[in-house]
């Protein structure tokens, strides 16, 4: 790697370059590659987990996604590591550097430690957020995109509704900031006034409290998991998902052939009902599938010396 070349948020990338890793990710899909380690683009880099939150897809995901292009991928486990001894985090990233691991995938609580150590960092690692606080998630909202883009034609002509626990919520900044690169006719935030998010984009955003008259003419429903563990005062999940669950009923409200989507880890009869939930597995899991491709093509991008 010549250059070091972070990824830190979707902002970053202009329209054509999220069209590029959407492509080659549909792509890595369409040849199967996603699904088997056959390349060898990575087969001299070493790529290291980092993750100071807890994590299914993400983190599985960035592992099997290294190991399909070749390289050789750690997991460091936090609560053995020097960390715990007082080590900063950013000793320990030129600790990884220094034993040839070029590239770390970090997740961390705080909103702005990736982006600030990335810029401590100008000769690597590079560093691939894995979800910063409420801040950013970049490779959810580009694995989403794909999952938009594999279902609907044309983002000008797609409103979306983000729907949950907006505040709270990295996905949501990230997708915000993807849809309106990617031109979406509209982007609608339906929360609680209390989950609403504040300092966010207005191009093409409208805010709106009510889950029913939020959904109307709606092609894509991004429902957001209830991040209770970041909430100060305690939230009534009953009450919660009477406004604002989504039900097989409520659905009924946007368009017929809108398109259900949740990031996972679903919180059932909270944000949506088990027997939507259910329903809505097969493009969870879809999600979930699209993350490795999406991640695969980040990886290259990362590794590439000049990025599009
Ligand atoms: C999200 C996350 O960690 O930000 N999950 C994920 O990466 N698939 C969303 C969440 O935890 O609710």
């Known amino acids: 790697m010549n250059k070091t070349q972070h990824f830190i948020t979707v902002a970053e990338l202009n329209k054509e370059a999220i069209a590029t890793l959407l492509d080659r990710a549909q ?48 997991n460091v486990n936090i609560n053995n590591s020097s960390l715990k001894k007082g080590e900063t985090l950013l000793d320990t990233l030129q600790t990884l550097h220094a034993m040839n691991c070029e590239i770390v995938i970090l997740r961390h609580s705080d909103d702005d430690t990736i982006a600030n150590l990335a810029k401590q960092l100008p000769q690597g690692p590079a560093l691939i957020n894995a979800g910063s606080g409420c801040f950013s998630h970049p490779s959810q909202a580009l694995l989403d995109m794909l999952t938009i883009r594999q279902h609907k034609q044309r983002f000008s002509d797609l ?85 604002f669950g989504l039900t097989h009923e409520k659905l009924t409200l946007a368009k017929p052939d809108a398109l259900v989507m949740h990031p996972g880890p679903v919180n059932r009869d909270v944000e949506i009902s088990g027997a939507l939930a259910d329903d809505c597995q097969a493009v969870f899991l879809q999600q979930v599938n699209n993350g490795i491709a999406i991640r695969m093509a980040i990886l290259e991008m990362v590794c590439k010396e000049e990025r599009p």
């Open 27 to 74: 792509a890595l899909i369409d040849n199967n590659q996603h699904s088997h380690a056959i390349l060898t683009t990575l087969t001299d880099k070493t790529v290291a987990n980092l993750f100071f939150e807890t994590s299914t897809r993400t983190q599985i995901s960035f592992e099997l996604s290294a190991k399909r292009l070749g390289a050789t991928v750690i």
């Open 159 to 243: 409103r979306c509704a983000i729907v949950g626990d907006i505040k709270h919520s990295r996905v949501a900044r990230s997708q915000i900031a993807a849809l309106q690169t990617l031109g979406a006719k509209e982007i609608r935030l339906i929360a609680p006034t209390e989950l609403q998010a504040h300092n966010i984009a207005t191009e093409n955003v409208t805010l709106c409290t009510d889950l029913s008259s939020g959904l109307s003419d709606i092609d894509v429903i991004l429902l957001l998991r209830v991040q209770k563990e970041r909430m100060e005062t305690l939230l009534d999940s009953n009450a919660y998902h009477s406004s």
